[in-house]
């Protein structure tokens, strides 16, 4: 549960928003901020802060709050 709170506050964090704006079904479009440059700047600060890096091939994936928590889980 800790980590998926700290992988909510450092997205939020990148999109510049509220961490209450950060819900396990948010995703890409679901506000404003997150775009698909947003979604670049998202992935950048999860695997710099949390010293992870995802597969290229999942990247795409990486498309929501709940796929990329379960993507970390599985890499870490």
């Known amino acids: 549960m ?3 709170n700290n992988v909510r506050e450092i997205i939020a964090e990148a999109l ?3 961490p209450d704006c950060i ?3 948010l995703g890409i479009g ?3 901020q997150w775009d698909s ?3 670049m700047a998202v992935i950048a600060a ?3 802060q949390l010293d992870i890096e995802f597969p290229i091939e999942d990247l795409f994936e ?3 709050v709940n796929a990329i928590i379960e993507e970390i889980e599985k890499i870490s």
Do not use: C, Q, Y
Request: glycine residues 10%.
């Open 16 to 18: 510049n928003v509220s």
């Open 23 to 25: 819900t396990d079904n």
């Open 30 to 32: 679901g506000i404003p």
């Open 37 to 39: 440059m947003g979604n």
């Open 62 to 64: 990486l498309t929501s």
């Open 46 to 48: 999860l695997e710099e």
């Open 2 to 4: 800790r980590k998926s």
